[in-house]
């Protein structure tokens, strides 16, 4: 007589989903959904959207903040290190050829333009009111290859007009705080001006407001001026001269590749200083705190998954005579551990996706939210002159989101294991004794 084959049970059969489902949407009375497994739910989506709005709000924070310095600055900034006077001891670090210069260093592969500058801080003046800046001489083509100056969506006045008798460029900041519009008149005061027999006394000269622009850095709208090349090198000095050559290249992240190639073709005697040189502690203080940030939250995202362990608890307690009776009709161990499962991954999965929606929308519309707490709270929540950028950027990425999502994911699913592994192991005849 042969024995009759019995059927394993394909692992999430349909009937094992039922039963999870039917166990989701029962009420409390009937020892269904606890409030723990609630708790949880909002607990994983609230862990889940924190931890995509800090790193949507990272990611747009460093990107506005490298953007604003590679399109306002030099990516890289050549000089040299001058030569000592014997009468004065006063170092001269100006470049008398830096046209020559200039063209061997546009020759190098990877180098997008080559401006060379003429640098000096200096008192601006206008309606009795004073501000320190920092005068940059450039010339017109080269100012119209700055991206974040020569945009007419944020600009005022006509690029064209820069370069014209006494024509200059000022920052939004500096028109702010000076209340100067265009067409109003600047006075430079330089106290290295002219040389007299008594003497050096300071340079005023007014010049013609022309173009206003918004760079985006609240430290650069609020000192930078640009002034023509010529009219630079005659306002401080320099005699057909230089300070430096402001070079772009083509790839940015890639500038320390590049940097020996430049100083081999500027020549000899001559330094090199990159973005990254300038900002690289900053970015990697943000990489620290980005990933600190994330830790963080990851361990709230675990706080918020627990909960889904203790829901699932109560549940098999109170669902303790039913697993006897599945037992009893021939429901093996493993699709009691499977139903479980379901239902804490579930939890964990609806939590996640609510989360991932909230935490998407707050990226999206972010600039509306931060007015809406700003005028809540009186204004002055975000001051610019402390973080440098003008509002709170976000910027949503692929990459985080799927990171938030694969730890959310991650930690419900594991979790749920230990208590769905209790309700399979749990006796039959000990869950019907006293019922």
Not at 199 to 225: C, E, L, Q
Not at 254 to 266: C, E, F, G, K, N
Not at 350 to 369: E, K, Q, S
Request: with cysteine; aromatic share 8%.
């Amino acid at each position: 007589m042969t024995r009759p084959t019995t059927r394993r049970t394909a692992p999430f059969a349909p009937f094992e989903w039922m039963i999870a489902w039917r166990y989701l949407r029962a009420k409390r009375a009937e020892g269904g959904v606890s409030v723990m497994t609630w708790i949880s739910l909002v607990g994983i989506t609230l862990a889940v959207f924190a931890l995509i709005a800090t790193l949507a709000v990272r990611s747009g924070f460093r990107a506005e903040f490298v953007d604003t310095i590679l399109g306002a600055n030099a990516h890289v900034t050549v000089y040299t290190a001058g030569v000592r006077d014997a009468g004065t001891g006063i170092v001269d670090r100006s470049i008398p050829e830096y046209a020559e210069m200039a063209e061997r260093v546009r020759a190098v592969e990877g180098v997008e333009r080559v401006a060379p500058l003429v640098k000096g801080q200096v008192m601006a003046t206008a309606n009795q009111r004073n501000a320190g800046v920092e005068v940059h001489g450039i010339a017109p083509e080269d100012l119209a290859g700055i991206p974040r100056i020569a945009d007419p969506e944020t600009a005022q006045g006509a690029l064209e007009d820069f370069g014209t008798a006494d024509g200059i460029a000022i920052g939004s900041g500096i028109a702010r705080e000076l209340q100067l519009e265009l067409g109003d008149q600047l006075r430079l005061i330089s106290p290295d001006g002219v040389k007299t027999a008594f003497g050096t006394s300071p340079r005023v000269k007014a010049y013609d407001i022309v173009y206003i622009f918004t760079a985006g850095r609240y430290d650069i709208d609020r000192t930078r001026v640009y002034m023509p090349f010529g009219e630079a090198q005659l306002y401080f000095n320099r005699d057909a001269a230089a300070d430096e050559l402001e070079v772009m290249v083509d790839d940015p992240e890639a500038v320390d590749t590049i940097v020996p190639r430049i100083l081999q073709a500027s020549g000899e005697n001559t330094y090199a200083w990159t973005w990254m040189d300038a900002s690289g502690s900053f970015l990697r203080a943000l990489e620290i705190e980005d990933n600190v940030m994330f830790v963080i939250l990851s361990v709230l995202v675990l706080i918020a998954a627990m909960n889904i362990v203790s829901g699932l608890i109560m549940l098999v307690k109170n669902k303790g005579r039913d697993i006897g009776i599945l037992r009893t009709m021939g429901l093996t161990e493993g699709s009691v551990l499977r139903v479980f499962f379901i239902c804490g991954a579930f939890t964990g999965l609806i939590g996640t996706v609510a989360g991932v929606i909230l935490g998407c929308l707050f990226a999206i519309y972010i600039d509306p939210i931060f007015s809406l707490v700003n005028y809540l709270s009186g204004g002055g929540v975000w001051d610019p002159a402390v973080r440098g950028i003008y509002a709170l950027p976000a910027k949503l990425q692929a990459a985080d989101v799927l990171s938030a999502v694969a730890l959310s994911l991650g930690l419900s699913f594991i979790v749920t294991i230990f208590p769905a592994r209790r309700a399979a192991r749990m006796n039959p005849v000990e869950a019907l004794r006293y019922e």
